[in-house]
């Protein structure tokens, strides 16, 4: 008896280490990619190279867009790889940004700009635990897939480093003034957690017509990226600050929507 335990152990063990294929672990290796590169922007800003910090943070977007749809596409969806995945988030897009501010200029307020970076972190990680839980309700509405609560981790990134962007586009000491980045920190943070209805791209249905449109923009914009990336970036940023204000005039007409069909089917 004592000797079929350990057995038994060892042969569940290695039924769990070769019962993953390649194909299954794609979307953890996306995830693992980005949490090592936003965790890479600390070290560029150490080195005083904040472009190469901002563009790890790009690029950890980027690979965090990508898990998710592999994911998806491969049918590897798991509760590990949910997890793993809020995990970067927090690491990439909560304490990453913080951090590089911190180094670039908040460090010369000492307590505050720690308290600043601080504060983003905190919002972060209270962003994605919430995306978390209401991401697995069962009753959400399917028109809800195309709203999210707040602004999400990576555009909450991009809204941190707004300064540091502009500063990199246009050399203007002025962006990265401690109190401009405290204000970007804050106002970034108190955007995720906010119940403000933003934009989920990632559901959009485009019509057909807008379809090959699109596509050019999205050619032209990589363009633009490849060969004046900060200015091009700084552009990215302010078109979805635009934005913002859109999502709950879209979200309050699907609810009335909602609403009205439901009241139809009562009667």
Same mark, same amino acid.
């Given at each position: 008896?004592?000797?079929?335990?350990?057995?038994?152990?060892?042969?569940?063990?290695?039924?769990?280490?070769?019962?993953?294929?390649?194909?299954?672990?794609?979307?953890?290796?996306?995830?693992?990619?980005?949490?090592?590169?936003?965790?890479?922007?600390?070290?560029?800003?150490?080195?005083?190279?904040?472009?190469?910090?901002?563009?790890?943070?790009?690029?950890?977007?980027?690979?965090?867009?990508?898990?998710?749809?592999?994911?998806?596409?491969?049918?590897?969806?798991?509760?590990?790889?949910?997890?793993?995945?809020?995990?970067?988030?927090?690491?990439? %897009?909560?304490? @990453?940004?913080?951090?590089?501010?911190? =180094? /670039?200029? !908040?460090?010369?307020?000492? #307590?505050?700009?720690?308290? *600043?970076?601080?504060?983003?972190?905190?919002?972060?990680?209270?962003?994605?635990?919430?995306?978390?839980?209401?991401?697995?309700?069962?009753?959400?509405?399917?028109?809800?897939?195309?709203?999210?609560?707040g602004v999400p981790a990576p555009a909450g990134a991009l809204l941190?480093?707004?300064?540091?962007?502009?500063?990199?586009?246009?050399?203007?000491?002025?962006?990265?003034?401690?109190?401009?980045?405290v204000i970007s920190l804050v106002g970034a943070g108190t955007l995720?957690?906010?119940?403000?209805?933003?934009?989920? %791209?990632?559901? @959009?249905?485009?019509?057909?017509?807008? =379809? /090959?449109? !699109?596509?050019?923009?999205? #050619?032209?914009?990589?363009? *633009?990226?490849?060969?004046?990336?900060?200015?091009?970036?700084?552009?990215?940023?302010?078109?979805?600050?635009?934005?913002?204000?859109?999502?709950?005039?879209?979200?309050?007409?699907?609810?009335?929507?909602?609403?009205?069909?439901?009241?139809?089917?009562?009667?």
């Open positions: 008896m004592d000797d079929q335990a350990p057995r038994g152990a060892a042969a569940a063990l290695k039924g769990r280490l070769h019962g993953h294929s390649l194909k299954s672990i794609l979307p953890n290796l996306a995830t693992v990619m980005a949490m090592c590169v936003g965790l890479s922007a600390i070290r560029f800003a150490l080195q005083g190279r904040f472009d190469l910090a901002v563009g790890a943070i790009c690029i950890a977007g980027i690979l965090d867009a990508m898990d998710g749809r592999l994911a998806r596409l491969l049918g590897a969806a798991s509760e590990f790889g949910a997890e793993l995945d809020s995990l970067s988030d927090f690491v990439c %897009f909560g304490v @990453a940004p913080g951090v590089v501010l911190y =180094i /670039l200029c !908040l460090n010369a307020w000492n #307590g505050f700009g720690w308290a *600043a970076s601080l504060f983003f972190a905190v919002c972060m990680g209270l962003r994605l635990a919430r995306f978390n839980i209401s991401s697995r309700l069962p009753d959400r509405p399917l028109w809800s897939n195309q709203f999210f609560t941190a480093i707004f300064p540091l962007t502009l500063y990199l586009a246009f050399d203007v000491e002025g962006f990265i003034y401690p109190g401009v980045c995720m957690v906010s119940r403000l209805p933003t934009f989920s %791209f990632k559901s @959009a249905s485009i019509p057909r017509p807008f =379809i /090959l449109p !699109l596509l050019m923009g999205v #050619g032209l914009a990589v363009v *633009a990226l490849l060969s004046a990336p900060w200015p091009t970036l700084s552009v990215i940023t302010l078109a979805y600050i635009a934005i913002l204000p859109l999502g709950p005039r879209f979200f309050r007409k699907h609810v009335s929507s909602s609403q009205e069909q439901e009241t139809h089917e009562a009667h």
